[in-house]
């Protein structure tokens, strides 16, 4: 019988490979803590509770929230404990957690069992085999395995903060739409007002037949512009709740009549590119698959020549039926791939090609970490010098305007047209206000996102809303 000896580097390692299978065990809550804690202070939330799947305790808890009108925390609180979206990212965590297990345990041995017949001859072979290369690159293994479920709770961690920055934009959509909705509706009472006013005068021959169109036009023009409003607060609406995978009697939840107002003071933030750098998540993230990319990489040109190994204990036993007798014989065998077709050129290729492609991946979330930075700080910026421009000058502008119409018309100064026309320019300022003030709030969830969480997606310059454009082009 032959015997192996191997070297003591080559025994530590299957020391190491056999600690490390000891070790491996599944965790607790699958992942849960670790992103937990990297979503802190990233949600808008003091602490974000989450689950990977619905439960009694839950749903009753959410039902105790939307009780009272939503506001963003308790929307955004709802959307990461009842969105079926993140309980199915969550759940994957269980995924990575045993496939990270399992990548560190010992392989299996093999056993294989042939009986032979030749004549009056049986023999019997038994052979039982252990992969050495399996064995002596589990440590490696283990390792890119704990990479890959450090990376599966990055990712899971950077969906939650993706979700509670959109569950925070609907709920600013929801409610700015809502609002919207209800000053049109006074701008269509004026119409109808006016349009009314203008039909009696009309047919008594006070008022000629294109001003009562005109009136009429103004009308027929606010009940379109109510109709796409009341829609878009309705689509807006159902949005949030989705988002906070709401269905049945939970949809009738209420929502605030306004939104907040402007904070004091704008945010001054010094270095943006470098907060970006330093805190978003998608960056470190992609640092992350860069570095395991780097370790795979290793691994498969370690094993790029040879990529199995085993050897086999072979114990046979071969009966003589005609003479009576049997012999047994046992030995080692090795067996090892003979690099005839593939020398593994393809698969350092391919490992070298993603590591390339990692590499390149790193540098792109950091070019554009920084531009996002510097544009969501500059919109939300912009976003609270109008919101602040509408609040202190437009608004009272109006009211002020409007107040002097109603004097002029109690003087018998100005007609009730004018006067119509008026309430109608100041509730369209209102509605500017109230977009200038959504924007602001979608451009403060921004900026949070591209300083912390990952891309913001669709920012955009600041756009005239459609409420004021048409004040703008109907004047009086």
């Known amino acids: 019988m032959s015997t192996l000896r191997l070297k003591p580097r080559r025994l530590a ?5 056999a600690l490390l299978a000891g070790c491996a065990s599944l965790a607790p809550d699958g992942g849960l803590g670790e992103v937990q804690t990297a979503i802190a202070g990233k949600t808008g939330l003091a602490n974000a509770t989450l689950v990977r799947a619905p439960t009694d305790e ?51 041995p093999h056993f294989a069992i042939a009986r032979l ?8 072979e038994r052979v ?22 450090a990376l599966a709770q990055r990712q899971a961690a950077q969906d939650v903060v993706k979700l509670a920055a959109s569950t925070r934009k609907a ?28 039909r009696r005068l009309a047919r008594v021959g006070n008022w000629s037949r294109l001003n009562q169109a005109r009136e009429q036009s103004l009308l027929a023009d606010a009940t379109a512009q109510l109709a796409r409003a009341e829609q878009n607060a309705f689509a807006s609406r159902e949005q949030l709740t989705r988002l906070m995978g709401l269905w049945g009697a939970q949809t009738r939840f209420t929502l605030p009549e306004r939104l907040p107002e402007l904070p004091p003071a704008v945010q001054e ?67 090892l791939p003979i690099p005839v077709f593939d020398w593994g050129q393809a698969r350092n290729a391919r490992a070298e090609a993603l590591y390339m492609q990692s590499a390149a991946r790193v540098r792109e979330a950091a070019v554009n970490a920084r531009s996002e930075a510097r544009e969501a700080y500059h919109g939300y910026r912009t976003a609270y010098d109008v919101a602040r421009h509408y609040r202190d000058e437009v608004v009272p502008l109006r009211k002020f305007i409007n107040d002097e119409m109603v004097l ?48 913001p997606g669709g920012m955009g310059a600041t756009k005239p809303s459609a409420t004021l454009a048409g004040a703008e082009s109907k004047g009086h």
């Open 269 to 335: 933030i010094d270095n943006a590119e470098a907060q970006a750098l330093r805190q978003r998540m998608d960056v470190r993230t992609a640092q992350a698959e860069a570095e395991y990319v780097a370790q795979s990489l290793g691994l498969t040109r370690a094993t790029g020549f040879v990529n199995a190994l085993e050897i086999g204990i072979r114990h046979n036993t071969k009966f003589d039926n005609a003479a009576g007798t049997q012999e047994a014989k046992r030995g080692l065998e090795i067996g």
């Open 171 to 198: 709920w600013v959509n929801a409610v700015a739409a809502q609002q919207t909705a209800g000053y049109l509706r006074d701008v269509k009472e004026a119409a109808e007002a006016g349009a009314e006013l203008a």
């Open 13 to 17: 390692a299957v020391a190491t490979a």
């Open 408 to 455: 002029r018309y109690s003087g018998m100064l100005s007609s009730v047209f004018e006067l119509l026309a008026d309430t109608r320019a100041h509730v369209l300022a209102v509605n500017g206000s109230i977009d200038a003030l959504r924007d602001f709030w979608l451009a403060d969830t921004d900026m949070q996102s591209a300083l912390t969480g990952a891309s």
């Open 58 to 108: 839950t749903q009753k808890a959410i039902q105790e929230m939307i009780q009272a009108p939503v506001t963003a925390e308790v929307a955004v609180r709802v959307a990461l404990l009842n969105n079926p979206g993140i309980h199915a990212a969550l759940s994957a965590l269980g995924i990575s957690d045993a496939e990270r297990v399992r990548a560190g345990r010992l392989p299996n």
């Open 117 to 124: 017949t030749e004549g009056d001859k049986l023999e019997i």
């Open 128 to 149: 039982l085999s252990f992969d050495v290369i399996g064995l002596l690159t589990l440590p490696w293994r283990a390792q890119l395995a704990n990479q890959q479920a």
